[in-house]
């Protein structure tokens, strides 16, 4: 007779997943079936983990039951479908189950009619399962009543939609355990002599305490007692440790039946050294005088799992407040980060490609994260006082500590990890955390999640796909500033409550404290997931706002951001999220009128400061890359696409004042990064102008212009005020007609001008021309050689001088090149000026000082103008290039301080004096800078309030409140400047008692 598995050939059982097609036509021979249903059989088998190890599960069952049982096990196939699924399913995922079920045959229909039991019936079924025995009789009894639950949750997971039904797998697992506790604490009470002296509980920590516990882990423990009536403490805190000692004993000890799992209480005060059983007095006092900050993190998950009801009661009264106190201790972020990082660096290297729990992107990572965070804010929002991982993130999500989408790609990734942990588990019940090493084994666990086509190799890329997002989140939460923050604000300070904000207002400085209370209630009102996240964040930036001189307007202006961006999504969620965000807004709205009044009038600059280079500003070929790119987006219209170059030259504005005030930038690099920045703006401008021209008239642009860079633009000193002094220049292109090119000419500078120096919403960028040839009467553009004779026919000194400072800065880089060959002569003259040019050079700096400093000006105090100021400083500069630069190279520089450096290398002047020179150029450089950001404007001279030096000097870097200091040091330093200016530029003979009058000269 035909056997039925012959209707099914090798290749079809190889594509079902057999890895052994001969031996599973032998063992499908063995089974009862028709060759009718033999091929659905094997498809049935195909959706197992490993349909070798679900068929060979099915033979050996059926070879020990009875015959009655086997037959009804060989119809399970028709009769009930979902219950043949159950069985086969777990015979093929769990090789340790199905030993218990071939060692257990009766108990095969519990996997057929599987639920998961709650709480209470599992401690029933386990409890009057040890019923009153004692040693290996109760143990066996223990471990056949658990293994029977444990059968039938595996199959329900296993069957069913594993991500989603986890949390109900997981807290199925941590009753069960807390029913095996509960069972071990009965066989305890009846083994151990005058067990009744005791009232012992037992606290469930980790997983199990939780409620999202493994297949296979250690159950960890605390054990309270208490004595009961009548009886000493010491009496019954022996025969607590009796009884602590025979639970783990009856859990842990293998016998005919195996062993459940090791009952852990090293968690306990003092962990391995400290006594096994304490009263919850004792409790007390070791966490309110010795326990460290990672003991508060593990009792976040404390849960009474057995005993007595009341002692668990009091142990988790005494102990929450402490655990809800915790943040308030020193230093306890940085605890808890460095705990997660000891933890990592103890995975051995040889597992840290495989850890699913501890390596990087694990399940420490995420839970590490929501730890932290809960304990952090839960301080004060009861909310977040979870136990397990998912609820934390859900009410994290909830109460705006994490954003929605964070939250639900970390909920997924947590399940989705222990989905993978506990197929891991399930196959051979051992406790691990590894990703297997074998193909095999890793066939079998992408088979166990539903992978078919490449199980092996799929399962490792995605758990690695999972890992690595996971580690990205967990970085930036974890690892978040304003966590750290917030856990510095005391308690009270941390809860914002309108009785004490009024107070707390004042004593932080605000000098209007109602008004800021008014801020406060507009941002803080109602229940919305906005008015959440603001309650998270303004605690922590009124603080860093009171840090810094004017808290009012700090809040005032982000009072004024938050209103603008309204209900905008990625806002308060960048400040939450990303890096020192927050932090360095709110000390910039605090410190810079300049920084509010360009975040006001254009809001979604505000994404600067969650850029991950925020403090970085960009190079001038980046710059010119997001120009060039905002003004192809406007294909059609200029005047739009001007306003995007105006948009992004603004947010690097932003980005180098709020780098200046974080102290990222040095003078040097503040000046290169504004100089570039107007380099860049005036190339594409310079583009978008020809374009424009181009379009309107129809026809090609016939000449080339480059742009020469003037005064501090040229010398690539620019500060927040400078305009951009420039030359333009233009050359025909060959065959074209000169007055078409020169009419072309003209139109791309003055739409380049007019639409950089026009007042709008960004801000402007003056161009002045003023120093070309003829000044403001002269042709705003000319050609190379109309430059060419008009300096050989009709320059005078001081425009020579002012070429010293001339550098091609936009434009056709050729002509430039041919522009700086005519100029170098002139600037650099052969032999260097003479006494009578000198003579003329003193005279006019002389009529400046006389005649430009502002009526009612002070010459001391006048950055620019001043004495000892940046006029001094640089003319002095100047007239040494003029002299020497012929002779020695190096002093061809359009700058200043590198001139100076030169000059004392070559002798020509004091190092002492170079150095009192630069000290002052430098200190009225960044005064001026200083005085721009903090009063939103250009400043010329030294503030006369203290309120503005105190603002400018914090901005320099000095202490709040010490702006008294600032006149009297920059006196001082400029004084010291105009005496070297005086012998050196003036020729005047050094007298220190003495003011040098220059017209005398």
Known sequence: MRSPASSVSRSTLARAGFTEPERAMGMLAELTASPKTVADRVASLSQTASPDHALLGLVRLGEVLPEAENARLAALFTDDRPGWDRLVTLLGASSALTDHLVRHPEYWRDVVDAEVRGRQELYRVLSEAVSDNTGTEAYDALRVAYYRQLVQIAAVDLTGDAVEQFPQISEALAELAGAAVAAALRIARNTVEGSDNCRLTVIGMG?????????????????????????????????????????????????????????????????????????VESHRAYYERWAK???????????????????????????????????DRDNFVEDVQAMRRRVEDHVPQAEVGRQLKLGPGGLRDIEFSMQLLQLVHGRTDERLRNRGTLAAMESLSRGGYIGRVDAHELDQAYRELRVLEHRIQLSRMRRTHLIPSSAAELRALGRSLGLRANPETDVVKQWRERAARVRR???????????????????????????????????????????????????????????????????????????????????????????????????????????RAAETLARSLAGSRYVGQLLENA?????????????????RERLLTIMRGAVDRQPDDDDAALLAIRSARRDELIRIAVADMNGALDLDSVERSLTDLAAATLQGTLELGIRHVEKVSGSTVSTR??????????????????????????????DADPRLAQSQAEEVVMFLANGLSAAGPDPALGVDADLRPEGKAGPIVRTLASYAAYYERWSEGW???????????AGDEELAREFTELIDPLRYPDGGIDAVAVRSIRMLKARMEAERIPRGGDRRTHFKL??????????????????????????????????LQVLAQHGLLEVRDAAALRESWTLATRLRNASVLWRGRPVDSLPGSLADSDGIARILGAPVNSGHELSERYLRVARRAREVVDRVFYGAEPDADRDTDPTRC
């Open 603 to 619: 809001p979604s600059s505000v994404r600067v400061f969650g850029s991950q280079h925020a403090l970085e500003p960009l190079s």
């Open 866 to 899: 001043g004495r000892g100021g940046l006029s001094d400083v640089e003319w002095t500069v100047q007239l040494a290039q003029l002299e020497h630069a012929h002779e020695i190279p190096e002093l061809r520089h359009p700058g200043t301080t590198t001139p």
């Open 207 to 279: 997983k199990c305490g939780g409620r999202e516990l493994n297949y296979i882990s250690d159950v960890d423990v605390i054990f309270v007692a208490a004595p009961a009536a009548g009886v000493a403490e010491p009496d019954a805190l022996e025969v607590g440790s009796k009884l602590a000692v025979e639970v783990m004993r009856a859990c842990s000890i293998s016998t005919g039946e195996g062993a459940l799992w090791e009952v852990d209480p090293a968690l306990r005060p003092e962990g391995k050294r400290g006594p096994l059983v304490r009263t």
């Open 473 to 579: 989140l967990h970085e930036r939460i974890f690892y978040r500033p304003l966590l750290t923050a917030v856990a510095n604000l005391p308690s009270d300070e941390a809860r914002l409550t309108r009785e004490n904000a009024e107070d707390r207002f004042a004593a932080l400085g605000f000098r209007d404290a109602k008004g800021a209370v008014r801020h406060l209630e507009a941002l803080t009102a109602g229940v919305s997931r906005r008015a959440a996240i603001q309650r998270t964040l303004l605690p922590v930036m009124l603080q860093w706002f009171s840090e810094e001189v004017d808290p009012d307007l700090g809040l005032l202006a982000f009072r004024r951001l938050s209103d603008a961006l309204g209900s905008t999504h990625w806002f308060l969620k960048m400040l939450r999220d990303e890096g």
């Open 799 to 809: 425009e020579a001088q002012a070429l010293l400072r001339a550098h091609p800065i």
């Open 705 to 734: 212009i480059t742009i020469i860079g003037m005064g501090r633009l040229g010398g690539r000193e620019m500060g927040y005020s400078s305009d951009a002094d420039v030359m333009f220049v233009h050359e025909p292109l060959p």
């Open 293 to 327: 900050t990672w003991e508060f993190q593990a009792l976040l998950k404390a849960r009474p799992i057995a005993g007595d009801e009341e002692v668990g009661a009091a142990y988790l009264a005494a102990i929450q407040p402490m655990v809800w106190r915790a943040a």
